[in-house]
């Protein structure tokens, strides 16, 4: 088909053409002299991304999942307890994990829709006055619902219950898309990955870890080799990895931090707001709901819940096979009852407008009952008031 397959799904997202550029390289030694000019400044610019002084940052050759892996087996022993709300299916995976891993997991069941519960988590922090749970596991964004959760006030709620647990935070689908702020709201671990807000193909797992987190490491007594964060400290040190660097991935990690540095995070997170904003409107126009609840809605994905008669998987089949569109699928028990817009990474007001269009297309060849044009008006409307 002409034209471009365009990726409006919350991850892989968009890369842009000065980051594919830029990974376009001949290889390199990376055991060479010149290496650490790569390395060092660019783990160094990592953290503002995640926005740590006093933090660290790492890369992996590897995906967000072995990030959450990196920080269960870096930190923690075996059998350790961990507490997780589980609210889809990225928090359900990475619970998961951790029950796989060996941990004691801990898990509270929080409505898909909704994200995790601060009163609850503070009220089950008290009750722990011996202090068994060892770390607080919190899917920040969680993706398959398009929910995002208050991480400030996840720390607050540690604060509150004064609690010394080490708080992991997935920002897979958050970290350099929404705000986030690792020092100030005191979290230990924080985990991302190269192909949402990064704007990169998938390879590269990016993570800061707290001085708390990487005392715990020394400590930890877990057995790990390849994630072992003691060898990428003692490699890094220097400005070199322990194992070969996927180089594409550092470079294109080198251009995606320039640009994000040079728009500005806060108006990285504010157009952020405006794209899935508009997108809302659009499907308030449709009629159609969303799966987040009010107060919980992501600003880099979105699940639209259909009518009962009708079925997501038709309407992302339709989209893909007329228009040459993707979008994300409804995961786990949202299967054939939601689809997913993705607005994270390199997107603007009118490749946003470009998805709209498409989804309101396929909603309407799909026997939807809604007004050619409602949705993309109401869109339209609101990003020309907004500009
Ligand atoms: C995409 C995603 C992951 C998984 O990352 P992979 O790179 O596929 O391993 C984990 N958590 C969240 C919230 C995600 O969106």
């Known amino acids: 088909m002409a034209g471009r397959n365009h990726l409006y799904i919350p991850g892989p997202t968009n890369v842009p053409n000065e980051i594919l550029n830029a990974m376009h390289i001949t290889m390199e030694d990376h055991r060479s002299p010149a290496f650490p000019k790569l390395l060092t400044p660019l783990l160094e610019d990592l953290k503002k991304i995640f926005k740590t002084e006093t933090g660290q940052a790492f890369v992996f050759p590897a995906t967000g999942t072995a990030g959450w892996e990196v920080a269960l087996t870096n930190t923690l022993n075996p059998g350790d307890k961990v507490l997780i709300y589980r609210f889809g299916q990225f928090s359900h995976l990475w619970a998961e994990m951790a029950k796989r891993l060996g ?3 801990e898990i509270h069941q929080e ?15 008290k009750e722990d006055s011996a202090h068994q749970i060892k770390a607080v596991l919190a899917t920040h964004n969680e993706t398959a619902t398009g929910v995002t959760s208050d991480i400030s006030g996840v720390r607050k709620a540690m604060n509150a219950a004064n609690h010394p647990a080490l708080l992991f935070v997935d920002g897979v689908s958050s970290i350099a898309s929404l705000d986030f702020r690792m020092d100030e709201w005191a979290v230990d671990g924080a985990i991302s990955g ?16 707290s001085q708390k987190a ?10 790990r080799c390849f994630l072992d964060l003691r060898d990428q400290m003692t490699a890094n040190k220097d400005g070199y990895t322990p194992y070969t660097p996927a180089l594409p991935i550092l470079y294109g990690l080198r251009k995606a931090i320039d640009m994000l540095l040079e728009e500005g995070l806060d108006n990285v997170f504010a157009r952020h707001y405006r794209l899935a904003e508009g997108t809302r409107k659009a499907i308030a126009a449709w009629g159609l709901s969303i799966c987040a609840q009010p107060g919980f809605e992501s600003n880099t994905v979105t699940a639209i819940i259909v009518p009962e008669d009708k079925d997501a998987r038709t309407v992302i089949s339709t989209a893909f096979n007329k228009y040459n569109i993707s979008l994300g699928g409804g995961l786990a028990e949202l299967a054939g009852k939601a689809f997913r817009i993705g607005h994270v990474g390199d997107m603007n007001d009118v490749s946003m407008l470009g998805a709209i269009a498409g989804v309101e297309m396929a909603l309407l060849d799909c026997g939807f009952d809604i007004k050619p044009g409602s949705g993309v008006a109401a869109a339209i409307e609101y990003y020309r008031a907004t500009a």
């Open 103 to 105: 941990f004691d997991v």
């Open 111 to 125: 409505t898909w829709g909704k994200g995790i519960p601060l009163d609850k988590l503070e009220a089950r922090l």
């Open 194 to 209: 190269s192909q949402k807000g990064f704007m990169m193909p998938a390879g590269g797992a990016f993570l800061a870890f």
């Open 214 to 223: 990487l005392a715990a490491t020394e400590a930890c007594t877990y057995p």
